[in-house]
């Protein structure tokens, strides 16, 4: 479905990628794992299309989207949620989402409407409600929220667990899981790697710009230099 080869991006003459080659196949839940700075959120922008990149192709269903804008790629099936949710505070939730459907415009959206809030009943209590005076792990489930309303076929999820409690983890890990089952293809980085690892079919581990190991998400996981660096084990 996805497929990364060579890519580099850069910062100004300061290179963070340094030729980065992934695939993500139809389905499959694939981890991003990495360090802080190794470069997991720069990767997803330069996926999605707000980041540039200096070298290496992008395919998308075996189309290279590598020069398409990013509001063409979410035309394509490709949405993105943001680390640090990045919701629209002074809109409600109700429009928050409705601009997720953007993309869509002109067509019906109340099949993805119904979608989310079936995903996530807690936001229909609080439907106008603006999205900034909501609690984080709120917006969390807001943000995922907006990236379904454009029926994305690939969703890049950038540390959705980042600053909940843990029983509000176990959730947004538990409606990962299901987006997985009702088909959807997902692009998952996260900082807790032991949960990351859980849910996952297959896992690339970024070291400073660079891919080291990938396999099996299993296998990644009962790695001796995975389980001492990543998991502290
Ligand atoms: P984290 O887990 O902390 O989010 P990350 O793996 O997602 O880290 P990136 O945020 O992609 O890493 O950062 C990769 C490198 O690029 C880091 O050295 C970072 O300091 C640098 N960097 C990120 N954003 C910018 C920016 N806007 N301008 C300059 N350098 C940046």
Same mark, same amino acid.
């Given at each position: 479905m996805l497929s990364v080869e060579n890519l580099r991006s850069a910062y100004g003459r300061i290179e963070v990628l340094h030729g980065v080659t992934l695939r993500v196949d139809p389905g499959e839940i694939v981890t991003l794992i990495g360090a802080n700075g190794a470069g997991k959120t720069t990767l997803m922008h330069a996926i999605s299309g707000v980041q540039p990149i200096t070298a290496g192709t992008i395919r998308f269903e075996a189309q290279p989207? $590598? !020069?398409?804008s990013a509001h063409a790629r979410v035309g394509a099936g490709i949405s993105q949620v943001p680390e640090g949710r990045? +919701?629209? &505070?002074?809109?409600s939730v109700k429009d928050n989402l409705r601009l997720g459907a953007w993309s869509r !415009?002109? %067509? &019906? +959206?109340g099949p993805a409407l119904a979608r989310v809030c079936r995903l996530f009943p807690m936001l229909e209590a609080i439907w $106008? *409600?603006? *999205?900034?005076? #909501?609690s984080g792990g709120q917006q969390q489930m807001l943000a995922i929220g907006r990236a379904l309303m454009a029926e994305p076929r690939l969703l890049l999820l950038d540390e959705?667990?980042? %600053? #909940?409690a843990p029983k509000l983890v176990d959730h947004v890990l538990a409606v990962i899981r299901s987006l997985k089952d009702e088909g959807l293809t997902i692009l998952l980085v996260e900082q807790n790697a032991g949960a990351a690892l859980a849910i996952a079919d297959r896992a690339y581990v970024l070291e400073t710009g660079k891919v080291g190991l990938n396999g099996n998400a299993a296998d990644i996981q009962n790695d001796p230099r995975i389980r001492e660096a990543y998991l502290g084990i």
């Open positions: 989207i $590598e !020069r398409w990045q +919701v629209f &505070d002074s809109l !415009r002109g %067509g &019906d +959206v $106008e *409600a603006p *999205a900034g005076t #909501l959705p667990s980042m %600053g #909940l």
